[in-house]
């Protein structure tokens, strides 16, 4: 019996089960810190220490130890145990009983949504990376980032579960994803993939616009052509072309609902039909719009036409202006001085003239103006210079002779009578004895008694109105007027008032001479150029 006792007593211990006692939390969440321990029951010198997982050995020391899960994961989830190896009096060794660790998820993988699966371009988008943590976990902080076909968006990891995106475009569609994890320690998790398809809308409504407005330049002047669509996403193409050309006149390419194009001088050539091109993938859109240059007038020139060598007092002149260069309709006035004659509107080339009749007065500077709204110009000063006509101061004398002359007419017409009266009231008596000689052809007999010696036939009266020469004038006999011609040929004479009256007989052949008595009835008037 007492050699039975010491054979036990002695023996070897081998992989005792209750020998170690395996130490270990009874509750663990992703990215806790796991420590494992392992007691031996009986004390003495330990050679070996182990520790395994789902019987793989994890970890193996000579002395006393510990073994530590610094982040606990879920591939960390499994059956634990321990072994003990020692010696007191002998050599033994013992292993504990299976522990199973279970290591439960921090937050579930988060959930990526979006605000549209199929949003239109141009429009915004929010992206939401949506996960939750146990209420024992719940001030732990959380990070979050999105990607879309393997690159991050926007700032990077970020405590938002939100991304906004201002504006997607067509080449913003893909597969996208959200990631979040904690920030110590760190448990990372990814949401499953989304596909967005971005919607592209074809341009519309497209118009070509200038400035200024109305299509209408100024010669010199910047025009704009601004092309611009009502709707239409992504980036637009936009193009302007000339009618008469097929290369464009210039292109660009962006993410706007207008584009424009400068021209910065414009010319005369450039006027004609002009048409934009808007192109966003989809089938093109024109606009077209027609160009009209305005020229402004040049300065204009003045020409006075004149029917001969010079101007002359009664001719009628044209004052013409014309410019070389401006747009119709175009307004010409006319000066004299700074005094307008007059105006007139061509609607087309060739000018304007002005009839102007001339008398002496119209020698003056002269000049012209043209206005086509845009710019008005004076023309140079032309002086015209006007002539009187040949004989015009020869008609001025015998304007001013004749007026003396009728002065005189008139002032015997109305001393006349008085002097018949005179005659009448002093002399009646002597009118009884004054004969009547015979009548002759052409001749009209008086009416009036008359006092004189002798008295003729009356003669006709003779009035001519030409240029007066001097010419002596004696009543024959016969009666019939002589005249005395001093040295000239027939020339033309003015006569007023002349009477012939029948002589007597001893003063027959006397020329010159008035009769000698004082009642003499021949009045006649002789006229000299000066």
């Known amino acids: 019996m007492l050699l039975w006792s010491l054979l036990v007593i002695f023996a070897p211990v081998s992989e005792q089960s209750d020998g170690a006692n395996l130490l270990a939390p009874s509750s663990v969440l992703e990215g806790d810190s796991v420590v494992l321990k392992c007691q031996a029951k009986w004390t003495g010198i330990i050679k070996t220490m182990s520790y395994y997982k789902d019987g793989r050995q994890l970890f193996l020391s000579d002395k006393v130890s510990t073994f530590s899960i610094q982040s606990a994961a879920f591939n960390d989830s499994g059956q634990y145990h321990c072994a003990i190896s020692g010696k007191l009096l002998w050599n033994w060794e013992t292993t504990s009983k299976a522990v199973k660790l279970k290591v439960q998820e921090l937050f579930p993988p988060p959930v990526l949504t979006a605000s549209s699966s199929q949003p239109t371009e141009g429009t915004p988008v929010t992206l939401t990376c949506e996960t939750w943590l146990p209420p024992e976990k719940s001030g732990t902080e959380l990070q979050f980032c999105f990607f879309r076909e393997g690159q991050g968006l926007g700032p990077g990891w970020s405590k938002s579960p939100e991304l906004h995106i201002p504006t997607i475009w067509s080449q913003d569609s893909g597969s996208y994803w959200c990631e979040a994890q904690t920030v110590t320690p760190r448990v990372k998790k990814q949401s499953l993939k989304s596909q967005i398809h971005v919607q592209r809308v074809p341009v519309a409504n497209v118009s070509l616009e200038t400035q200024p407005p109305g299509g209408q330049v100024i010669e010199g002047e910047k025009l704009v052509l601004l092309c611009s669509v ?141 206005d086509n709204g845009l710019r008005a110009q004076r023309s140079q000063v032309v002086t015209l210079n006007v002539t009187g006509p040949e004989g015009y101061r020869k008609d001025l004398v015998i304007a001013g002779t004749l007026g003396g002359l009728f002065g005189v007419l008139g002032f015997v017409a109305v001393a006349l009578p008085f002097y018949y009266w005179y005659q009448e009231t002093s002399g009646g008596s002597s009118a009884s004895n004054v004969p009547r000689g015979p009548s002759s052809s052409g001749s009209q007999e008086s009416t009036h008694s008359s006092p004189l010696p002798a008295v003729g036939e009356l003669q006709p009266l003779y009035a001519n109105c030409e240029t007066i020469y001097s010419n002596t004038l004696t009543v024959t006999e016969k009666g019939q007027p002589d005249y005395a011609n001093d040295g000239a040929a027939d020339k033309d004479v003015v006569y007023s008032q002349v009477w012939s009256i029948q002589q007597t007989e001893g003063a027959a052949n006397t020329r010159g001479t008035f009769p000698e008595t004082k009642d003499s009835s021949v009045t006649y008037a002789n006229v000299r150029k000066t």
């Open 230 to 370: 009502s709707e239409g996403t992504g980036n637009i193409t936009f193009s302007w072309h000339r009618e008469t050309t097929e290369t464009s006149l210039g292109n660009k390419t962006q993410r706007s609902l207008s584009a424009e194009l400068e021209i910065l001088a414009v010319k005369d050539s450039d006027a004609g039909k002009y048409y934009c091109r808007a192109d966003n993938g989809y089938q093109p859109v024109l606009s077209e719009v027609n160009i009209t240059v305005r020229i402004p007038v040049s300065r204009p020139a003045l020409t006075i036409r004149v029917s001969g060598a010079q101007a002359v007092v009664g001719d009628v002149v044209e004052l013409h202006c014309e410019v070389q260069r401006g747009t119709h309709p175009i307004l010409y006035q006319f000066y004299q001085k700074d005094v307008i004659l007059g105006n007139s509107s061509a609607s087309f080339g060739g000018g304007a003239s002005f009839n102007l009749s001339l008398t002496s007065e119209h020698s003056e500077n002269y000049s012209c103006e043209a």
